[in-house]
């Protein structure tokens, strides 16, 4: 069983930071297939509640844990996982990592999976909270994923939230993979690895090995499949690929889908960051930016087409 509550904290935090569609669901369901790992759903609440005060300092559970319910990715994400508020104790002894291993264990009772040594959490906001998640869970670690800025602005564009264009796509990447390097030069390499998605898919078991080895956990051959997260399932459809074998083929899926101005306007913005990080241009280096009748037309376009996503996205989420 887990730990009780108001110890100290005794389940190490696993947080998959990385950009939305980069691979954070998916490496989180294959590192939450290991026994000892319990990989939660998504549950953004947990960095956006955390107290500015001491960590050690007691918190009004149930004041922190109506603000949890609040939040809509506990209404969506967590819905259907009951929550026994009457195991919640009322001293006032609780800290905030202590309420959330109380919660933790709400989750691990509700999937039978509660023999386990840590949590983790994908979030992708997760990035933008990394100071306190660490003064909150001193003993957490994190997996920074990063994957090629084309493949995410197809992908990014096909859903039905975020940037539904490619030159806000582009710099949605540029912001979240700066904020992982920011992340990774503040807790330092004994805290923090980067994998590429591209890796994991195409080498799973080398790269699985490598992340076991830096979670100190022993490796499993289950963790070179997603399967150690059930997703709701009005979002299945954004995550098909959970539970099934991650296929190398979907890896140049933009080449085909993204058109060939697309491809020229991405890499004459983000060609650069590309090439340090690895991945290589197929454009010449003086390919021509977006002009400023494109840009603007781009623009445009995007604002009707964000509305009908948002239509679509909110009646996915609330009708359901």
């Known amino acids: 069983m887990l730990n009780p509550l108001g110890s ?13 569609r980069s ?34 300092r007691p918190v009004d559970s149930r004041h922190i844990l109506k603000m949890f319910r609040s939040h809509y990715k506990f209404r969506t994400m967590w819905r259907g996982v009951r929550v026994d508020d009457a195991s919640l104790a009322s001293d006032t002894s609780i800290t ?32 933008l909270y990394v100071h306190r998640l660490n003064q909150h869970f001193p003993n957490s670690k994190f997996v920074h994923i990063i994957r090629d800025g084309r493949a995410f602005a197809n992908s990014m564009i096909a859903a039905d939230w975020g940037p539904n264009d490619v030159i806000d796509a582009a710099e949605r990447w540029v912001y979240f993979v700066g904020l992982g ?14 994998v590429k998605y591209e890796d994991v898919v195409t080498k799973p078991e080398e790269s699985m090995q490598g992340i076991a080895r ?14 150690g997260l059930s997703v709701p399932g009005f979002i299945k459809k954004t995550h098909a690929l959970l539970g099934a074998s991650v296929e190398p083929k979907r890896l140049d899926a933009w080449k085909q889908k993204l058109k060939p ?21 197929i454009t010449d280096l003086d390919v021509a930016p977006a002009s400023d009748n494109e840009y603007y037309l781009r623009k445009t376009l995007s604002v009707s087409k964000s509305i009908r996503n948002k239509l679509a996205h909110f009646k996915r989420y609330y009708s359901n």
């Open 8 to 20: 100290t904290h005794p389940l190490r935090p696993i947080f998959v930071i990385g950009a939305e």
């Open 23 to 56: 691979g954070t669901t998916m490496l989180g369901s294959m590192i939450g297939a290991h026994s000892d790992v319990l990989c939660l759903p998504e549950s953004n609440f947990i960095a956006v509640h955390m107290p500015t005060s001491d960590p050690k």
């Open 96 to 127: 905030f990592p202590g309420l959330v291993d109380w919660l933790v264990e709400q989750y691990a009772i509700s999937v039978n999976k509660t023999s386990v040594t840590s949590w983790l959490d994908h979030a992708p906001n997760n990035l």
């Open 181 to 194: 390097m920011i992340a990774m030069n503040y807790l330092g390499e004994g805290r923090i690895m980067m």
């Open 214 to 227: 830096f979670l100190e956990l022993d490796f499993q051959p289950g963790m070179c499949s997603p399967t």
């Open 261 to 281: 101005r697309d491809i020229e306007i991405l890499e004459s913005k983000i060609g650069d960051l590309l090439l340090i990080l690895g991945y290589q241009r």
